[in-house]
């Protein structure tokens, strides 16, 4: 399976929920994107585990990420539910070029 990912802005993260199943608890949190797409431009993500989780501990409303991701799919009562899981988020590199030529070792030696 190749790799998914997908670019947008952070516009919210919400509270960690405590989820227990089969006598077993699980951390989760979720966090939406927006992609800039004329149509379905929000994207929801969840992580799970306490380590996911911490993914997002550098990372602000407003800020650019790259968020990669599995796609899964489990069928309840003749129905197909989806979920993504995001396992890894990098902050975007900026294009900003307003300080070109500052830096002593942008200048030509001669």
Same mark, same amino acid.
């Given at each position: 399976? =190749? ?7 952070? !516009? ?8 227990? $199943? ?16 004329? @149509?379905? &431009? ?10 996911? !989780?911490?993914?997002? %501990?550098?990372?602000? !409303? +407003? %800020? ?7 796609? $899964? ?7 197909? @539910?989806? &979920? ?5 988020? &990098? +902050?975007?590199?900026? =294009? ?6 500052? %830096?002593? $070792? %942008?200048?030509?030696?001669?």
């Amino acid at each position: 399976m =190749n790799t998914l990912s997908i670019t947008g802005i952070l !516009i919210q993260i919400h509270d960690k929920e405590t989820i227990e $199943s089969k006598g077993k608890k699980w951390l989760k949190q979720t966090f939406l994107i927006d992609v800039g797409g004329e @149509y379905n &431009n929000e994207i929801c993500f969840q992580l799970f585990g306490e380590e996911k !989780i911490k993914l997002l %501990d550098n990372y602000k !409303i +407003g %800020d650019q990420i790259e968020v990669f991701f599995n796609l $899964s799919s489990k069928q309840y009562n003749n129905r197909y @539910y989806h &979920n993504i899981d995001a396992w890894k988020i &990098n +902050g975007s590199i900026s =294009n900003d070029n307003t300080d070109k030529g500052t %830096d002593e $070792s %942008d200048q030509l030696p001669f």
